[in-house]
């Protein structure tokens, strides 16, 4: 899923269709400023159909007709939405097709059933090529699961016992045996199609209650028209036309913002979903841009996850390269990422391009011995690990050695000791390596007030030293899993929202406690459970993107909605005065006509068909979102209204002008 899948385009008679079917007045009452503009639009046909008048009946069709694409543009908008949505469900519908499963017996012997038959606690084995029938538990095995169908990355993943796996990925090697951890119609992928269809997409707070805002601000401008009917009756019948009293409450109610508010909810959800997360609810992309503090692990979050070697330190007496060419050698046998790295580090030092080819008998690592290396065929020992297991075989230079130690330790790092028969050579710096780029992507969640907290089981020493370099505002050192409950409960305690990730089952308790948990795809079940968003690549740091996915969904809404309530303006100076232009005690409000519409009629028509063509112009911004900038919220406000808000009123003066302008030069005003 995401960028790397091919989905095919909107198929715009489909759109088309769908959005006449959503005229259906039970599914418009869900959303109340088009449902009165469908009334309004009844309305007026209804008066078209009545007319005595061939005028009359030009001008009520043109408005009937106008207010009917309006709602049909609205209900465009939502469904075009819906349809990218069902686009990426249709894409995790075909990695859900049904597979065989070898469904194991007691005795050890499998049946082959379909995978849908698979029920909660069943036992299958998955051999080499086959695809994985069903979510569930390695109970038995290890192997590489090529999860690319789900996350679109190419790189196997081990899988070992008590590791999650999902249906539909396939096992590349080795055999395993899994326990189904599921019924049917409750995997994994079911649930992730039924949470990126838009069609099923539950209203977010906010959005509830900005929807209820406009509810009754549509309800203050209907009392508005219907007590003006009587007053303007007061001053000449011409002036209170039904069909111009409809397109003036249809113009001033927030109908920009009803027509694409739904659009804007479902994109945000289709916005996470392209970043290979999947929300459980629309409520968590929603809190998701309200965080104002993120809880991040260190290891393989911050940090790579692995140490690194990343300096030589000799004693006296030996020289760099002395050293470099000793760990070189004693590491070649050495597959860890750290041993690699030693190589890696030791080449680039020695300025060579690949290492030499050695004789002799590697000697692994144990946790006895504490040491690894090679015993040469020369009759050469080389060891290298623990500094105190180095000092045992090698004890010269012990003050120089444990000093040097030292003060690898008191800078965050990894001591490792390198002897060559019995004589020690130095110190190896192993560094967990904070991730390129990360420093500057905490400054910007500073810069929209955002707090982040390091927590990590390291030593203080460490764990302040990898705050630094990365940057982050705060750190919790040698913490433990209910460390992080009490951090996000006393957070909560303080008003403020919560986000944190995590992959095991020690982190469900946190996970379900965070106002946003992001859980790994790899991680376990209960993880997977307790958060309420996953990430299919299991990237830590993605949490980063899913708050500015979330700041962005808030920033377009807030941005249409001022855009929205600030083009009524221009609405309001075309319509009224168009109102009572030929009331001859009310010449005074033609100073309003600031446009210079041509005529009473042609103002209304104009001002209408600029109502119904900016819904389609402004579906972009909305199902793109608005552009986003990391910044305090008192600066993205004034930005907001500066840019949408004048803008709002600008362009329909324009606009509306041009209408006016093109309907007189084609005899409709």
Same mark, same amino acid.
């Given at each position: 899923?995401?960028?790397?899948?091919?989905?095919?385009?909107?198929?715009?008679?489909?759109?088309?269709?769908?959005?006449?079917?959503?005229?259906?007045?039970?599914?418009?009452?869900?959303?109340?400023?088009?449902?009165? $503009?469908?009334?309004?639009?009844?309305?007026?046909?209804?008066?078209?159909?009545?007319?005595?008048?061939?005028?009359?009946?030009?001008?009520?069709?043109?408005?009937?007709?106008?207010?009917?694409?309006?709602?049909?543009?609205?209900?465009?908008?939502?469904?075009?939405?819906?349809?990218?949505?069902?686009?990426?469900?249709?894409?995790?519908?075909?990695?859900?097709?049904?597979?065989?499963?070898?469904?194991?017996?007691?005795?050890?012997?499998?049946?082959?059933?379909?995978?849908?038959?698979?029920?909660?606690?069943?036992?299958?084995?998955?051999?080499?090529?086959?695809?994985?029938?069903?979510?569930?538990?390695?109970?038995?095995?290890?192997?590489?699961?090529?999860?690319?169908?789900?996350?679109?990355?190419?790189?196997?993943?081990?899988?070992? $016992?008590?590791?999650?796996?999902?249906?539909?990925?396939?096992?590349?090697?080795?055999?395993?045996?899994?326990?189904?951890? $599921?019924?049917?119609?409750?995997?994994?992928?079911?649930?992730?199609?039924?949470?990126?269809?838009?069609?099923?997409?539950?209203?977010?707070?906010?959005?509830?209650?900005?929807?209820?805002?406009?509810?009754?601000?549509?309800?203050?401008?209907?009392?508005?028209?219907?007590?003006?009917?009587?007053?303007?009756?007061?001053?000449?019948?011409?002036?209170?036309?039904?069909?111009?009293?409809?397109?003036?409450?249809?113009?001033?109610?927030?109908?920009?913002?009803?027509?694409?508010?739904?659009?804007?909810?479902?994109?945000?959800?289709?916005?996470?979903?392209?970043?290979?997360?999947?929300?459980?609810?629309?409520?968590?992309?929603?809190?998701?841009?309200?965080?104002?503090?993120?809880?991040?692990?260190?290891?393989?979050?911050?940090?790579?996850?692995?140490?690194?070697?990343?300096?030589?330190?000799?004693?006296?007496?030996?020289?760099?390269?002395?050293?470099?060419?000793?760990?070189?050698?004693?590491?070649?046998?050495?597959?860890?990422?750290?041993?690699?790295?030693?190589?890696?580090?030791?080449?680039?030092?020695?300025?060579?391009?690949?290492?030499?080819?050695?004789?002799?008998?590697?000697?692994?690592?144990?946790?006895?011995?504490?040491?690894?290396?090679?015993?040469?065929?020369?009759?050469?020992?080389?060891?290298?690990?623990?500094?105190?297991?180095?000092?045992?075989?090698?004890?010269?230079?012990?003050?120089?050695?444990?000093?040097?130690?030292?003060?690898?330790?008191?800078?965050?790092?990894?001591?490792?000791?390198?002897?060559?028969?019995?004589?020690?050579?130095?110190?190896?710096?192993?560094?967990?390596?904070?991730?390129?780029?990360?420093?500057?992507?905490?400054?910007?969640?500073?810069?929209?007030?955002?707090?982040?907290?390091?927590?990590?089981?390291?030593?203080?020493?460490?764990?302040?030293?990898?705050?630094?370099?990365?940057?982050?505002?705060?750190?919790?050192?040698?913490?433990?899993?209910?460390?992080?409950?009490?951090?996000?409960?006393?957070?909560?305690?303080?008003?403020?929202?919560?986000?944190?990730?995590?992959?095991?089952?020690?982190?469900?308790?946190?996970?379900?406690?965070?106002?946003?948990?992001?859980?790994?795809?790899?991680?376990?079940?209960?993880?997977?459970?307790?958060?309420?968003?996953?990430?299919?690549?299991?990237?830590?740091?993605?949490?980063?993107?899913? $708050?500015?996915?979330?700041?962005?969904?808030?920033?377009?809404?807030?941005?249409?909605?001022?855009?929205?309530?600030?083009?009524?303006?221009?609405?309001?100076?075309?319509?009224?005065?168009?109102?009572?232009?030929?009331?001859?005690?009310?010449?005074?409000?033609?100073?309003?006509?600031?446009?210079?519409?041509?005529?009473?009629?042609?103002?209304?028509?104009?001002?209408?068909?600029?109502?119904?063509?900016?819904?389609?112009?402004?579906?972009?911004?909305?199902?793109?979102?608005?552009?986003?900038?990391?910044?305090?919220?008192?600066?993205?406000?004034?930005?907001?209204?500066?840019?949408?808000?004048?803008?709002?009123?600008?362009?329909?003066?324009?606009?509306?002008?041009?209408?006016?302008?093109?309907?007189?030069?084609?005899?409709?005003?």
């Amino acid at each position: 899923m995401g960028d790397r899948v091919s989905m095919r385009g909107p198929n715009w008679i489909e759109l088309v269709g769908e959005s006449f079917k959503k005229l259906n007045p039970l599914a418009m009452v869900r959303n109340p400023v088009m449902f009165v $503009v469908e009334i309004g639009t009844a309305v007026v046909v209804w008066l078209t159909v009545r007319a005595h008048h061939a005028q009359s009946r030009q001008y009520d069709l043109w408005v009937s007709v106008i207010l009917f694409f309006t709602i049909l543009f609205a209900n465009f908008a939502e469904a075009y939405a819906e349809a990218r949505g069902r686009a990426q469900a249709d894409f995790l519908r075909r990695t859900k097709s049904s597979t065989q499963a070898k469904l194991l017996r007691p005795d050890g012997t499998y049946t082959v059933v379909e995978s849908h038959q698979l029920t909660r606690g069943a036992r299958v084995l998955v051999e080499m090529g086959d695809l994985i029938p069903g979510d569930g538990v390695v109970v038995e095995g290890v192997g590489s699961v090529d999860e690319s169908a789900i996350t679109g990355e190419s790189a196997p993943v081990v899988k070992a $016992v008590e590791d999650s796996v999902t249906g539909g990925t396939r096992l590349l090697s080795d055999r395993l045996v899994v326990e189904i951890t $599921v019924n049917p119609g409750e995997t994994f992928l079911d649930r992730m199609i039924a949470l990126v269809e838009g069609a099923q997409r539950q209203k977010t707070p906010n959005e509830v209650a900005l929807s209820a805002l406009l509810g009754v601000l549509t309800l203050i401008f209907v009392l508005v028209v219907v007590t003006l009917v009587p007053i303007a009756r007061y001053f000449g019948p011409r002036s209170t036309e039904l069909a111009t009293m409809v397109a003036l409450l249809v113009c001033l109610i927030p109908t920009t913002i009803g027509a694409l508010l739904s659009a804007i909810g479902i994109a945000g959800m289709n916005r996470v979903a392209l970043i290979n997360v999947v929300a459980k609810s629309g409520r968590a992309v929603e809190a998701a841009g309200d965080i104002d503090t993120i809880i991040l692990d260190k290891t393989g979050t911050i940090t790579i996850g692995n140490r690194m070697a990343t300096e030589f330190l000799p004693v006296s007496g030996v020289s760099e390269a002395e050293l470099a060419e000793a760990a070189l050698i004693a590491s070649l046998a050495d597959t860890t990422p750290e041993g690699r790295s030693v190589v890696e580090l030791a080449l680039k030092v020695l300025r060579r391009e690949r290492p030499p080819e050695v004789a002799g008998e590697p000697v692994p690592f144990s946790a006895h011995t504490r040491l690894s290396g090679i015993d040469l065929k020369d009759g050469r020992s080389l060891r290298k690990g623990a500094v105190s297991a180095i000092l045992a075989i090698a004890p010269d230079h012990r003050e120089e050695m444990e000093r040097l130690a030292e003060a690898v330790a008191r800078e965050g790092g990894t001591p490792l000791g390198v002897e060559a028969d019995g004589h020690t050579l130095g110190v190896i710096r192993l560094k967990d390596i904070v991730k390129p780029g990360l420093r500057e992507r905490f400054a910007q969640l500073r810069a929209m007030g955002i707090r982040t907290v390091m927590a990590t089981g390291d030593n203080r020493i460490t764990a302040e030293v990898i705050a630094r370099e990365a940057g982050v505002d705060d750190f919790i050192a040698e913490a433990k899993p209910e460390d992080k409950i009490i951090l996000i409960r006393q957070e909560q305690a303080g008003g403020k929202l919560v986000a944190m990730t995590g992959d095991g089952t020690n982190d469900a308790p946190a996970l379900a406690q965070a106002d946003v948990g992001l859980a790994m795809n790899s991680g376990t079940m209960a993880a997977k459970e307790a958060g309420n968003m996953i990430d299919l690549e299991s990237n830590p740091t993605k949490l980063l993107d899913v $708050v500015m996915v979330g700041k962005q969904l808030l920033i377009t809404r807030g941005a249409l909605t001022t855009f929205s309530i600030a083009n009524d303006v221009a609405k309001y100076f075309a319509i009224i005065p168009a109102m009572f232009a030929t009331v001859p005690t009310l010449r005074g409000l033609r100073h309003l006509n600031v446009m210079h519409l041509s005529t009473p009629h042609g103002a209304v028509l104009s001002a209408l068909i600029f109502n119904a063509l900016i819904i389609p112009a402004l579906i972009p911004f909305a199902i793109r979102g608005v552009q986003y900038r990391a910044e305090p919220a008192d600066r993205m406000l004034a930005r907001n209204i500066l840019h949408w808000g004048v803008l709002g009123v600008i362009i329909p003066f324009i606009g509306i002008w041009a209408i006016d302008r093109a309907l007189g030069w084609l005899g409709l005003g």
